[in-house]
């Protein structure tokens, strides 16, 4: 007879008798399925609460996303966040029809919407839902129960309550890998990711998440320092700084472990604010110096470059004759390539039209931005984004509208395309002097 019992909030279980290529760690392998929905260590007045909670008669939240109806219970739960959901859902529908199978671990689920949208909408084989907080239980099983919890002698869904690196690690031990792992953490909590290289699948996805905006806006240097290993400086473009910040973080703890990483792609949201972005993970180790750099800006000019690791102690700008001036600012190590894959995001857009999450009057603003994700895919743009308002400031004349200075920019033969960060600031290989002239001249015209 398996022996369960509470200790702190967490539920300890000994491994069952299944062959190790289809085990789960010991910590959610339950013999008994009903066990999963309802363990014999809650307490009499807990067990009353679940029932009630279970049957509908809590005063949980009901909601709907993309057709699913779901409750929020008391988890914490943001309507903005579903744009995030939805590119995870497509990047891991993109998955499943790549490689023919999906196992997703939810690490942080919440109230569990984005590990029904997983079993649902992309289809996943089965889903691990943990969340640390165990009042958030019920909530998550109900919403969860609206799936088949088995499948044939599978199951399709488990729901835990351990600490993510708890998780990760004893699947890691237990060789239970998974071609997707979410973890939509709270700060700058980088401590995630080398448990979650262990438990991924070579060539698997990994979903990550900063809501740190004080670290990428320069504004603590040492906590970035600390999280990412990148000492980060005030820079004009700084939520774009927080992404890649973030990648070079798991970059970093990825060439640690013998992984290299790239970005599939990078959403910035002000709400939060929240920087995710969404990783592919394989064995090997990035070239020498390739895009894992320094990005200087000038406070003078406006003007940025990259800078190598060999270069430090050299950084300059040219409207400072090539001298060191004081009025560089430089922020790094950090990601310093693209934020996106064209072809990814390419097939996500084409996805996300086929399922109708696009066109008149549907969340147009998912399709505008897979549109701008795609534009800024363009190589040949560099990092960072110009404000208008700061062309406008340097050249003291009112600030020129966006399609206008598009236009002109293309028509001097300059790469541009819109930001998906900030409505109006464009990404673009303009150097600020020029993008400062043609304003003025159309200002002028």
């Not at 988890?75 to 744009?83: G, M, Q, V, W």
């Not at 700060?187 to 262990?198: E, I, K």
Request: aromatic letters at 10%; one cysteine or more.
């Amino acid at each position: 007879m398996t022996s369960l019992f509470f200790h702190n909030k967490i539920l300890s279980l000994p491994p069952p008798a299944i062959p190790p290529h289809r085990s789960l760690p010991s910590l959610t392998s339950i013999p008994n399925p009903r066990q999963d929905y309802l363990p014999r260590c809650f307490l009499p007045n807990r067990v009353q609460t679940l029932f009630r909670e279970i049957n509908g008669d809590s005063n949980s939240n009901h909601e709907t996303e993309r057709g699913l109806d779901f409750e929020t219970g008391t988890s914490f739960f943001r309507h903005e966040s579903a744009i995030g959901r939805d590119l995870g859902v497509l990047a891991a529908s993109i998955y499943k029809r790549s490689k023919g199978s999906l196992r997703v671990l939810d690490a942080m689920c919440g109230c569990g919407i984005r590990s029904l949208r997983y079993l649902v909408q992309a289809e996943a084989d089965f889903v691990w839902a943990n969340d640390a907080n165990e009042d958030y239980r019920s909530t998550i099983l109900s919403n969860l129960s609206r799936e088949a919890r088995i499948s044939g002698d599978e199951r399709r869904w488990v729901v835990t309550h351990f600490d993510a690196n708890r998780v990760m690690t004893e699947c890691y031990l237990q060789r239970d890998f998974f071609d997707l792992i979410d973890i939509d953490s709270f700060g700058s909590d980088s401590s995630f990711f080398r448990s979650a290289y262990d438990s991924l699948k070579i060539d698997g996805l990994l979903y990550i998440t900063s809501t740190d905006g004080f670290s990428s806006g320069g504004h603590r240097p040492h906590n970035s320092l600390a999280s990412y290993g990148a000492y980060i400086r005030p820079m004009p473009y700084a939520n774009e700084i927080g992404l890649r910040m973030l990648i070079g973080g798991a970059l970093r703890d990825a060439a640690v472990l013998g992984y290299c990483v790239s970005p599939l792609f990078s959403y910035f949201s002000y709400h939060g604010p929240v920087f995710r972005v969404m990783l592919q993970v394989n064995r090997g180790k990035l070239p020498k110096n390739r895009y894992y750099g320094f990005i200087s800006y000038c406070t003078q000019c406006g003007n940025s470059q990259a800078c190598s690791w060999d270069e430090l102690g050299q950084i300059n700008c040219p409207c400072n004759n090539r001298e060191v001036s004081r009025s560089v600012v430089v922020s790094g190590p950090l990601w310093t390539g693209p934020l996106h894959c064209a072809t990814f995001v390419t097939e996500m857009l084409n996805l996300a039209e086929q399922w109708g999450w696009t066109g008149a009057g549907k969340a147009t603003d998912l399709a505008k931005l897979l549109n701008h994700m795609i534009d800024e895919s363009d190589p040949v743009l560099p990092f960072g984004y110009i404000k208008l308002d700061e062309i406008a400031k340097r050249a003291k004349i009112n600030s020129p509208s966006l399609r206008t200075m598009i236009t002109s920019l293309r028509k001097e033969g300059y790469a541009v395309s819109r930001s998906h960060i900030a409505s109006n600031a464009i990404k673009t290989n303009c150097p600020m002097t020029m993008c400062i002239q043609i304003a003025r001249e159309l200002q002028l015209s």
